[in-house]
C-alpha cells in the first residue's frame, strides 16, 4: 500500500508572517489603550475618512493618536488578510491552522465594523468593551497561529489527542484552560473600570483608602476588579507551577508557564503602581500592555498543552499511524 505523502509544514515565511501578525496586533491594543486613557477616540469624528479626508491635518494630540490607531489598524489587516490568504494557499491540509486563519479573518472584520460603530455612536462603553472582547480573541487565534505553524501543526487536530483522552483529562490541561478563561474576564472587568469611571476611585493599595471595605459603589467596582485578580493570579500561579513540573518532558511548556507567571506578577507590581503614582498615563498604559501580553501568555500555553508530546499516548502523527499501518 502506498504511503500517504505528508501536507508541507509551514516554513519560515508564514512563522515570520504570523509572528508579524501578532506583534501588529498586540501593538494595535495597546495604542488602543492609549486612545482611551488619553481620550482620542473622537479625535476623528467620521468613520472611515479622518475628518473628511483619508489624511486629515495634525491639528490635536488627539488627532495624531487616533489616526496612528486606525493606520495601525489597515497594517493589522493586510498581515491577517495575508496570513489567511497564504493559509488557504498552501497549508490546506493543515486543519488546525486553516481554522485559525480563518476565524481570525472573521475576528477582524467584526473588529473592524465595532471600529465604525464605536465612532459613530460616540463611544458606548458597552461597545467600547466588545471591541476590545474582540481584539483580544483576534490576538488568540494569531497567537495559536503562530505556535502550530512553529511546531508544525498536526493534519487534524483530533487525530493528534491521545485516544485513550489522557491529555483532555490532564489536571495541567484544566488548570491552563481556567487560567485562559480568568484571565478574559479579568481584561474585561478591568475595561468595566475605565468605563464606570472607576480607575481612580481607590487612591491606596492593596487596600481601598485605607478601609477594609469599599465606601461607595465606584469603590466596589474598583476593588471587585483586585479580588478577581487574586483569584485569576492564584490559578495562573498553579498552572505556571504545574507546567514547570513538565520541565524535563516538555521544556516549552515549562518555558511558557514560568514567562507567564512571570507576566502576572509584573501585572500586579505595575496594577500597584497605579495608585502609588496618582494614575499617570504611562504606568496605566503599560497595565492594558502586560495584560495583554499575560493574555497572549496563558493562550499560547494552552495551546503547546493541548498538543500532546511525543511520549504520550496519540502524539503519532496521522501520517505515521497510517505508514505502520501499510508497514503491517
Known sequence: MEQPVPASAPGWGFRVLSLSAVLATFALITLGGVVRLTESGLGCPDWPLCQGKVVPLAESHHVIIEYSHRLLA?????????????????YRARKPIVAAATLALVALGLQVILGGVTVLTELPPAIVTLHLAVAQ??????????????????????????????????????????????TYLLILSGSYVVAANATTACLGWPLCDGGLLPASQPQWVHMSHRWLGAVVGGVVVWAGFLSWRELRQRPAVAAIGAVTVALFMAQVLVGAANPWTRFLLEVRALHLSLATALWGGVVALFVVVRRPHAGQPGALSRETR???????
Request: hydrophobic letters at 60%; aromatic letters at 8%; proline letters at 3%.
Open 137 to 182: 480573541i483576534l490576538l488568540a487565534l494569531l497567537v495559536a497561529a503562530l505556535i502550530w505553524g512553529w511546531q508544525g501543526a498536526p493534519r487534524n487536530g483530533k487525530a493528534e489527542m491521545a485516544q485513550d483522552g489522557t491529555a483532555a483529562r490532564s489536571p495541567l490541561l484544566r488548570w491552563v484552560f481556567a487560567a485562559v478563561v480568568s
Open 322 to 328: 497510517l505508514s505502520g499501518k501499510a508497514q503491517r
Open 74 to 90: 489597515s497594517l493589522v489587516s493586510l498581515l491577517v488578510l495575508a496570513l489567511a490568504g497564504v493559509t488557504w494557499w498552501r
